[in-house]
Nanobody, 116 residues
Framework: QVQLVESGGGLVQAGGSLRLSCAAT????????MGWYRQAPGKQREVVAT???????NYADSVKGRFTISRDNAKNTVHLQMNSLKPEDTAVYYC??????????WGRGTQVTVSS
């Protein structure tokens, strides 16, 4: 069983920045894909950014140029640097990992609120 512990959410004004972190209780080298998703009230969960073990990244069009996903191998952690935040970025952000075995896990989520 892998646990994902998210941190870094909070309240920020539009134009501000936040950095989300997700620490996994397993070696990062057993993980195939790490990613961040978000779910706004009344909406479906959507992918924000993903990072493969090979270093390939993908971003939702709505966050390209503003968000950056990265990882710290030594700490089994994935980060999401969020700049130029907009009110429409308000959501619960979830960390997701897909192991090399194909099993995937979700974090409990962290709230990000952007005020206008």
């Amino acid at each position: 069983q892998v646990q994902l512990v998210e941190s870094g959410g909070g309240l920020v004004q539009a134009g501000g920045s936040l950095r989300l972190s997700c620490a996994a209780t397993t070696s990062i080298f057993s993980i195939n894909v790490m990613g961040w998703y978000r779910q706004a009230p009344g909406k479906q969960r959507e992918v924000v950014a993903t990072l493969t073990s090979g270093g390939n990244t993908n971003y939702a069009d709505s966050v390209k140029g503003r968000f950056t996903i990265s990882r710290d191998n030594a700490k089994n952690t994935v980060h999401l640097q969020m700049n130029s935040l907009k009110p429409e970025d308000t959501a619960v952000y979830y960390c997701n990992v897909i192991l090399t075995s194909g099993i995937y896990y979700w974090g409990r989520g962290t709230q990000v609120t952007v005020s206008s």
